[in-house]
């Protein structure tokens, strides 16, 4: 990151940048479990209307059936045994108009005005053989009822027949409601797996976002602050008076530039240090050789006076003695400053 040419500015848009765009990923991922979620919720919901409708038709032909066992089986004539034969006779005739009556709504049933709703294409299969099959059984039992009081045993095989064909209408009728019970069945389960699986996909991709952001956070921050605490520590050396070292800093940002000013900074800060120590030592030997090369004549001056004032040579008259008094003087004065 410290090497990338680029501005700790822009780093820092760019990890801001990054950091909102995990969380509209998040927030985008969540949209869209939410919205397949009410997908599949709107479809359960069609499913079970469609179950009823199709429960209702099935209903409807196994009630078509039973009563068609009975005309067929003899329950009919069992269950009133002391009832005038011609009598049960006109009854089970009105029970086949009865079941002829509920034959003819069935196919009506299989079309979407009656069923309030569009079936779908898997569907339409099963509608038309319930459609086909219920008109076959109607135009049958209206056979049955024209032949029925003038040819009993005609209407007798017709009922027969018209048997199978409710046999067959419940068969279809039981299959497809079966079919759409299974499918709604199906949806429900899988959208329990599926709304386990967004929850977990859903937790794994914040998780994921947070770790990144945290990540992107450290690794930035950690390129900011790492050569800052460098450079820190470089200029508090330099504070002490240490230029032998220089910060090693890889950025090629502003901080880069900072250090490599630090760097050039220090080398020069060295380079003055060492012409003020070969200065001081300059000065130092300019003043041992100028305080030997002044004391070494100066000590002549002061001896021989002080031998000229005592008389040692000879005799001094007034004027000379204070002339001496002020050479002594003068050179005792100029002794106090070298020693200075």
Do not use: C
Not at 57 to 84: M, W
Not at 249 to 275: C, S
Request: proline share 3%; aromatic share 6%; charged share 20%.
């Amino acid at each position: 990151v410290g090497r990338v040419p680029a501005g700790v500015h822009a780093k820092l848009l760019v990890a801001f940048v990054g950091t909102a765009l995990l969380v509209v990923v998040v927030g985008v991922l969540g949209l869209r479990l939410l919205g397949q979620s009410n997908e599949r919720v709107e479809t359960l919901g069609t499913l079970q209307v469609r179950a009823f409708a199709y429960g209702k038709l099935r209903s409807d032909a196994s009630h078509v059936r039973g009563l068609l066992g009975q005309r067929v089986g003899g329950d009919f004539y069992e269950v009133f045994p002391d009832q005038n034969p011609e009598k049960l006779e006109e009854g089970g005739l009105l029970l086949d108009g009865a079941i002829a009556s509920e034959a003819e709504l069935l196919p009506a049933s299989t079309f979407p005005d009656k069923l309030l709703f569009q079936p779908p294409p898997e569907d339409e299969q099963y509608l038309s053989r319930i459609r086909e099959t219920g008109q076959q059984l109607a135009r049958k039992l209206q056979q049955i009822l024209d032949v029925g009081e003038t040819a009993p045993e005609q209407a007798d095989s017709l009922r027969v027949e018209a048997e199978l064909l409710a046999i067959d209408l419940d068969q279809y009728a039981t299959e497809l409601a079966n079919a759409t019970t299974a499918r709604a069945d199906a949806l429900i389960a899988q959208n329990a797996s599926a709304y386990e699986h967004s929850r977990n996909l859903f937790i794994g991709v914040a998780a994921g976002a947070i770790v990144l952001a945290l990540l992107l956070g450290f690794v930035l921050s950690w390129s900011v602050i790492g050569p800052i605490q460098r450079i820190d520590t470089r200029l508090a050396a330099i504070a002490s008076g240490d230029f032998s070292g220089h910060v090693n800093v890889t950025n090629r940002d502003e901080l880069g530039a900072l250090a490599a000013n630090v760097n050039r900074m220090n080398d020069e800060l060295q380079r003055l240090y060492k012409a003020l120590e070969t200065t001081s030592q300059h000065k130092s030997d300019f003043l041992a050789n100028m305080s030997h090369e002044l004391r070494t004549p100066l000590n002549a001056i002061i001896g021989f006076s002080q031998v000229l004032r005592e008389g040692m040579v000879g005799d001094v008259n007034e004027k000379q003695r204070e002339f001496l008094e002020d050479i002594l003087s003068s050179g005792n004065h100029l002794l106090s400053l070298i020693n200075d």
